[in-house]
Every structure is written in structure tokens, then in C-alpha cells.
């Protein structure tokens, strides 16, 4: 007997390397109303090369207030699948020391229909850009290292 085992992925903070993609993936397609969901959306959020003014970075690390951070995912997320044809949903944001091009984020929305699931994608990116307690702090090839929010 081969039996899949599916993990359950609740949304919040992880520290790097302890969730992959496809667990939360799995995890959403366990929703026992998954046949309702005609789309599953995905974000990921990776680090680039350069911050806003221009710098050259060589990488990140992340820090959060990890239950400050966890509730207002959960907010986020409460407030989002209460809308019109949303299924389920997560918000996964990884904290640790990260090199470019590395996953920092992941929002995955199962919805009925496309245009509500972009429409909840795109909402939960802004809110958790805005609202969640999380830092970053930059490392640059050419000058001290920076926390930003």
C-alpha cells in the first residue's frame, strides 16, 4: 500500500529550509473543497541585486516578531477568504540569511474562478508588504550592511 502523506502548511513565518513550495502546494489541494477550485495563483518573493536606491546587494537576512508577524498573517488571510469564490489561501514568509535570487515569500491562493483568485493574490501581497512585522537587512558589496523595513 502506498499511501501519500500530505503535511498540513498553516501561513506564517518559517525559518529558511524548513517548507518547500510543493508542501504548500500539497497542502492546498488537501483543502477538502478543493473540487470548488478551478485555479490555484501563486507568488513567490525572491531577493534581487540591488535595493531601491540602487546599491548593489550580495543578500538578506530576514527577522521578524514572530506572533506579531503570525497574527497579522492571519488576519490577512481571515479577512481574504471571506471574499466571493476564495478557497484557501496561504501566506508563507521565510526568515533567516538569504543570496540572490532566493525565495523569501510564497502567497498561494486556490480559487474558484481566476479573476477573484488574481484579484486576492494581488490584495494579499500588498497587505503583507504593508501590514507585517518583518525586517530586512540588506548586505551590499560596497558599503556596511543597512535594516530596512
Known amino acids: 500500500m502506498n499511501e501519500k502523506i500530505t503535511l498540513q502548511i498553516d501561513s506564517g513565518i518559517y525559518l529558511k ?11 492546498i489541494k488537501s483543502n477538502p473543497k478543493i473540487e470548488e477550485v478551478g485555479s490555484i495563483l501563486t507568488f513567490t518573493g525572491i531577493v534581487r541585486k540591488s535595493s531601491e536606491d540602487g546599491r548593489l546587494v550580495n543578500g538578506l537576512i530576514i527577522d521578524s516578531y514572530e506572533e506579531l508577524a503570525n497574527k497579522t ?15 484557501d489561501l496561504r ?30 493574490l494581488s490584495t494579499a501581497v500588498e497587505r503583507y508588504k504593508k501590514e507585517l512585522s518583518v525586517w530586512k537587512k540588506e548586505l551590499y558589496l560596497d558599503s556596511e ?3 530596512i523595513h
Open 91 to 120: 501566506i508563507i514568509h521565510l526568515i533567516g540569511e538569504f543570496s540572490i535570487s532566493e525565495d523569501l515569500v510564497y502567497v498561494v491562493v486556490a480559487s474558484a474562478h481566476r479573476k477573484e483568485g488574481f484579484q486576492a
Open 17 to 27: 529550509g524548513k517548507i518547500r513550495f510543493e508542501e504548500i502546494i500539497n497542502s
Open 145 to 147: 550592511p543597512k535594516w
Open 73 to 87: 498573517i492571519g488576519r490577512i488571510c481571515s479577512d481574504i477568504l471571506k471574499e466571493e469564490g476564495i478557497i
